[in-house]
């Protein structure tokens, strides 16, 4: 029974991450009808501007605001260089867009940066754990979880208390409505890039802390889970994508823990059919979007 416990607080670690990233998959979505593949990229160049600023003697808790900060401008930077230019333009090219963006910026990480993981020296009390009773929590656990915890509390805050919010809102129920209310398109748009930047820095953050390093592809199987989690979750759907983050966390840690180990090798594609599994009990995801927008 230990042993469950334990995983299950490993599961919702792991599936908080996801979360994070599922949501600010679908805050673009929402509003663009757009799925980001560069949002991995968001994760990588908040991770290396973690990197460089405390290998330049920035103390650590002046680091992390740096690369949440650097994660925001390269996101509404993303929005003005690349998907502003082609908005309105169908699916295949915002996705085509996604996916070039992707490949650019993987290629200058690999360029002008390294190939090779770079790691960062992060406080020595991140690998500490603390235990509760034979349960045994690790701070980077820890601080995933109350972050998941902090960044949904907010969001849910954001959406129905600020004005902002309440125009992403309504612009992911009728854009051209939205527009016709005075509500400048561009603003709401560059806000949705931030909050989705702002989510990818903090899953970042916490992907970094448990790997000590960065590299130029660290955001691609990430962005590929949350993905996943939010077609899981109902594509579009704020609550739908974070429930997607979650159950995606505990099939991939249940399985890693409990699956037979002559079945390991297939603990992939037995998460993919499970996954699989719901979509067919649920096709529209676990909790579906009202139409194609966020959430009331």
């Known amino acids: 029974m230990d042993y469950f416990f334990q995983q299950t607080i490993n599961a919702v670690s792991l599936g908080g991450t996801y979360a ?8 673009i979505f929402s509003i663009m009808g757009m ?38 401008l390269a996101a509404t930077a993303m929005e003005a260089i690349a998907f502003r230019p082609v908005r309105g333009a169908n699916g295949a ?8 963006v992707s490949g650019i910026l993987q290629v200058l990480f690999q360029n002008l940066i390294s190939t090779r ?10 690998s500490n754990s603390i235990a509760i009773g034979p349960l045994s929590i690790g701070i980077n656990q820890t601080l995933s979880i ?6 949904l509390a907010f969001l849910i805050f954001f959406f129905k208390k600020t004005f902002i919010g309440m125009a992403m809102r309504s612009a992911a129920e009728d854009f051209p409505v939205t527009r016709l209310m005075g509500i400048p398109a561009n603003a709401v748009v560059s806000g949705a890039f931030a909050i989705s930047g702002l989510l990818a820095a903090i899953a970042g953050i916490l992907w970094v802390a448990q790997r000590a390093s960065v590299d130029p592809l660290m955001g691609f199987v990430p962005v590929v889970k949350a993905f996943i989690a939010a077609i899981l979750g109902g594509l579009g759907s704020l609550t739908g994508a974070v429930a997607g983050g979650f159950s995606l966390g505990f099939i991939e840690i249940y399985l890693s823990a409990f699956l037979p180990h002559a079945l390991q090798a297939y603990k992939e594609p037995l998460g993919l059919f499970l996954v699989i599994l719901i979509l067919v009990w649920k096709p529209n995801g676990l909790i579906p979007a009202v139409k194609m927008g966020i959430d009331k």
């Open 20 to 27: 994070l990233l599922a949501l600010g998959m679908a805050v």
């Open 35 to 72: 799925i980001n593949f560069a949002h991995g990229e968001l994760m990588t160049i908040t991770g290396y501007a973690l990197f460089f600023s405390i290998t330049s003697g920035i103390p650590w808790y002046f680091a992390v605001p740096l690369g949440l900060l650097a994660g925001i």
């Open 93 to 100: 090219t915002l996705l085509v867009t996604s996916f070039a």
């Open 117 to 126: 993981p770079k790691a960062v020296p992060l406080p020595e009390f991140l």
């Open 146 to 151: 109350f972050a998941t915890i902090c960044t």
